[in-house]
DNA sequence: CGCAAAGTTGAGCGTCCTCAAGCAGCGTGG
DNA sequence: CCACGCTGCTTGAGGACGCTCAACTTTGCG
């Protein structure tokens, strides 16, 4: 296990405290009661409004086409109408990381407004469909509509939110726990759309999701052994890229007790 | 030594290609030819800017002061007048994590604009002063002004360029190299402010640092201590707390040298 | 069918965590 | 004044988690 304290004061709590709220804890959106609803709402809304008021064009892509490079000049964010993608970080040293995962609703390309140019690849890992919006195109069109900018806010501001809680996986959390956190965050993120999330088809190699993790492809594999005897997930026969999550709570509780391997609960 | 890879084509380099990049290769802003000027009038012209436009609180904080605490209502941004802070990421289940640095021109808060209620704690590091912006005064402001929203939306974007760079030491770097990285990382926020570099002030523990690069704080200790024997830093008498940095260029070479630490760089 | 890519599993080992002891700086109080 | 406690830092010994290397199986495709 990794450290999770910074101070004497963040010690591992003395287990009592922290039990109560084992299975409601979720790195993402503590403050969101219903989930699901509001966030499905707020990408449609979005997405009709980005229809309404801002020249859009539409493009078709297929997994491993890389709708903009690291480095390539910076006109366009692009909003996921449908698919799956993920953003890698290039150091000039040739290290790759991937640093996201987006969905529908999601957008992409906000690193580049900074320095005029983007900062990562992104890459299509499913057949999908990407709203290409002129950035000040939209500009403009905030200007005219104001809500559309507090809907550009709030993308901005979410993305950021999970790049954090990435880091908290990250730093807080063994393998099997991060494996475990990853399985959550992907059925999370299809609750919210929507979508189904009893059957989840990863569209990633052993090694791109331990690239993700910060882990090998084999502890990768371990850990997905480990959950499916501990029956947290099951394999759907023929490909070990379909996973079941029979109950997302109890993933949620094994990434708990990963935490706080040490305590029975019930003393002190 | 982590993984670098996530497909056999992201294996490490025949060491070949990778060394003739060797001393040139941050993790930060590879773009930026001439970050340090440009840094610093951005941001001066930033601080200006607000001044001007739009209606400011100001605030003076001493270390420990909390500017904001996470789940506390969102209503304005701080920015960063001088001083030095952290945002601790609070998970539910008790974690604390810290998911950021700080410097002046630097502005906090942009998690809270999603949910309406920042996501972490903001905490100062040593006496500064920040200036409270009300964010819907702020919106209005940059429907007068419009380079002002640029400003605003860089800042954004830089964010999560440096939350991605995070990422990218934390899953690709050795424990040392790491904490070399972070040195490498503070050093370079100094100077992008026209600061000094060659005697850096540490305003945080071992624990603190531990936490933010995902490690205990005996390896903080471990790791800082090894880098005084290879002469790369150098403490100063009485203080562990002050870190002199010879040559920055070395410490970055140190960094890449642990990532290909199998690689004679002249074979082959 | 054969080959390549993806995935699984095992054995051995190294990095980093854990636990522990000791030291240094510092403010408090006897 | 020094004892005392407290916090922060360093260093060592031992062990565990996860990486490395390797062999093998499965899947997919020409």
């Given at each position: 296990?990794?450290n999770?304290?910074?101070?004497?004061a963040f010690r591992?709590?003395?287990?009592?405290?922290?039990t109560?709220?084992a299975?409601?804890?979720q790195?993402?959106?503590?403050?969101?009661?219903?989930?699901?609803?509001r966030?499905?709402?707020r990408?449609?809304e979005?997405?009709?409004?980005l229809?309404?008021?801002v020249p859009?064009?539409?493009?078709?892509?297929?997994v491993?086409?890389?709708?903009?490079?690291?480095?390539?000049q910076?006109r366009?964010?692009?909003v996921?109408?449908?698919?799956?993608f993920?953003?890698?970080?290039l150091a000039?040293?040739?290290r790759?990381q991937v640093?996201g995962?987006h969905?529908?609703?999601?957008w992409l390309?906000?690193?580049g407004?900074?320095?005029?140019?983007y900062?990562c690849d992104?890459?299509a890992m499913?057949?999908?469909?990407?709203?290409?919006i002129r950035y000040d195109a939209?500009?403009?069109a905030?200007?005219k509509?104001?809500p559309?900018?507090g809907m550009?806010h709030?993308?901005m501001?979410l993305?950021?939110?999970r790049?954090?809680?990435?880091l908290?996986s990250?730093?807080?959390l063994?393998?099997?726990a991060?494996?475990?956190?990853?399985?959550r965050y992907?059925?999370e993120?299809l609750?919210?759309?929507?979508l189904?999330t009893?059957q989840?088809?990863?569209r990633?190699?052993?090694a791109e999701?331990?690239?993700?993790?910060?882990m090998?492809l084999e502890t990768?594999?371990?850990?997905?052994s480990k959950?499916?005897r501990?029956?947290?997930i099951?394999?759907?026969?023929?490909?070990?890229?379909e996973?079941q999550i029979?109950?997302?709570?109890?993933?949620?509780?094994?990434?708990q007790?990963s935490l706080a391997p040490?305590g029975?609960?019930v003393?002190?």
């Amino acid at each position: 296990m990794l450290n999770t304290e910074t101070t004497a004061a963040f010690r591992p709590l003395p287990s009592g405290t922290a039990t109560h709220a084992a299975w409601t804890a979720q790195p993402a959106e503590p403050r969101d009661a219903a989930p699901a609803p509001r966030t499905a709402s707020r990408i449609a809304e979005t997405l009709r409004t980005l229809q309404d008021v801002v020249p859009i064009t539409r493009r078709v892509v297929h997994v491993g086409d890389t709708i903009y490079h690291s480095g390539e000049q910076f006109r366009s964010l692009h909003v996921i109408n449908s698919g799956f993608f993920k953003t890698i970080n290039l150091a000039a040293d040739g290290r790759e990381q991937v640093v996201g995962l987006h969905f529908k609703g999601d957008w992409l390309g906000f690193d580049g407004i900074a320095g005029g140019q983007y900062g990562c690849d992104a890459v299509a890992m499913d057949t999908g469909e990407v709203w290409i919006i002129r950035y000040d195109a939209l500009i403009a069109a905030c200007a005219k509509h104001p809500p559309l900018l507090g809907m550009l806010h709030t993308a901005m501001s979410l993305e950021m939110t999970r790049d954090r809680n990435s880091l908290l996986s990250l730093c807080t959390l063994s393998a099997d726990a991060r494996v475990a956190d990853f399985l959550r965050y992907w059925a999370e993120s299809l609750a919210q759309r929507g979508l189904r999330t009893d059957q989840i088809t990863l569209r990633m190699t052993r090694a791109e999701i331990g690239n993700y993790l910060g882990m090998t492809l084999e502890t990768v594999s371990r850990a997905l052994s480990k959950l499916s005897r501990d029956k947290l997930i099951a394999f759907n026969q023929k490909g070990r890229r379909e996973v079941q999550i029979p109950d997302v709570r109890a993933l949620c509780a094994y990434i708990q007790r990963s935490l706080a391997p040490a305590g029975s609960a019930v003393l002190q």
